[in-house]
């Protein structure tokens, strides 16, 4: 991977398991209390604190990768996955995303600043932006780094809103969305989990509607554009669809904006 000394170090340490996280200063008598300082939920294993820890799960996720941390892998098949990706920007924007959560615990940790993941994703885009920039053999210059193929910016002066809904075995439904200006940057990102029984294209129109929700809740000035894609829905909302679950909520959605939608 493309990157300074310091980020390949940490990665080394990390996938050898030497980083002084709070378990393993605990197993070598450093210290005693192992719990994740971001979440206060768990021990500060390196597991937990870079696939587990919901801090580091929304910095993932507010990326422009839009990474879910996979649930069924370990660390080092996780690291060893993206890092030989071939495609060198997404394998920095990994590697260096790591480094900065790690960077930022440890704010958190010796100087009290407070642990932001939109912050800690911004402030990866800068250093990737500006390593590549000094560096102009590495390969991964000539992307756009705010564009994946997949996600075209809205005009200037618009958000975008991207929003998506799961539905897992265990009968909880997770939705997220992330809302970007036309440089790619994050204005905002959340994600939520319940536990409820739903079919797919009921949880997308909820999903939808958490959105709009937050927009008229947090009284947010400006033009929005919303993707999803959940054909049903959409279609629901341009009324060519009568799923009956889905249509009513997309009825109460469309009754409660105080703002038109423009399909
Ligand atoms: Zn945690």
Same mark, same amino acid.
């Given at each position: 991977m493309k990157a300074p000394p310091s980020v390949q170090n940490f990665l080394w340490r990390l996938a050898k398991d030497i980083?002084?996280?709070?378990?393993?200063?605990?197993?070598?008598?450093?210290?005693?209390d192992t719990i994740c300082p971001l979440c206060f939920e768990e021990e500060e294993t390196p597991e937990h604190l870079f696939m587990c820890c919901r801090f580091s799960q929304q910095t993932c996720f507010s990326l422009t990768l839009g990474l879910?941390?996979?649930?069924?892998?370990?660390?080092?098949?996780?690291?060893s996955d993206w890092l030989?990706?071939?495609? /060198?920007?997404a394998a920095q924007?990994?590697?260096?995303?790591?480094?900065?959560?790690?960077q930022g615990r440890n704010q958190l940790l010796?100087? /009290?600043?407070?642990?932001?993941?939109?912050?800690?994703?911004?402030?990866?885009?800068?250093?990737?932006?500006?390593?590549?920039?000094?560096?102009?053999?590495?390969a991964a210059v000539s992307r756009v780094i705010n564009s994946p193929a997949s996600w075209s910016p809205p005009p200037s002066g618009a958000l975008q809103l991207n929003v998506d809904a799961a539905c897992f075995k265990d009968e909880s439904v997770g939705s997220g969305m992330v809302i970007r200006d036309n440089r790619g940057a994050v204005?905002?990102?959340?994600?939520?989990?319940?536990?409820?029984?739903?079919?797919p294209n009921l949880a997308e129109a909820l999903a939808l509607r958490w959105c709009l929700q937050w927009i008229l809740?947090?009284?947010q000035e400006g033009k929005f554009i919303i993707e999803s894609d959940s054909e049903v829905t959409v279609n629901c909302l341009k009324g060519r669809n009568l799923l009956a679950d889905v249509d009513n909520v997309i009825?109460?959605?469309?009754?409660?904006?105080?703002?038109?939608?423009?399909m």
């Open positions: 980083l002084p996280t709070r378990s393993r200063l605990r197993r070598k008598g450093v210290l005693n879910h941390v996979p649930s069924h892998c370990c660390l080092k098949l996780w690291m030989n990706k071939k495609d /060198h920007l924007i990994f590697g260096i995303t790591l480094w900065k959560i790690w010796f100087q /009290h600043q407070q642990f932001n993941p939109i912050q800690i994703v911004l402030s990866a885009v800068d250093f990737i932006y500006e390593f590549n920039a000094a560096n102009i053999t590495v204005e905002f990102a959340a994600t939520k989990l319940e536990k409820r029984q739903l079919s809740t947090t009284n009825f109460v959605v469309i009754f409660s904006l105080s703002f038109p939608i423009v």
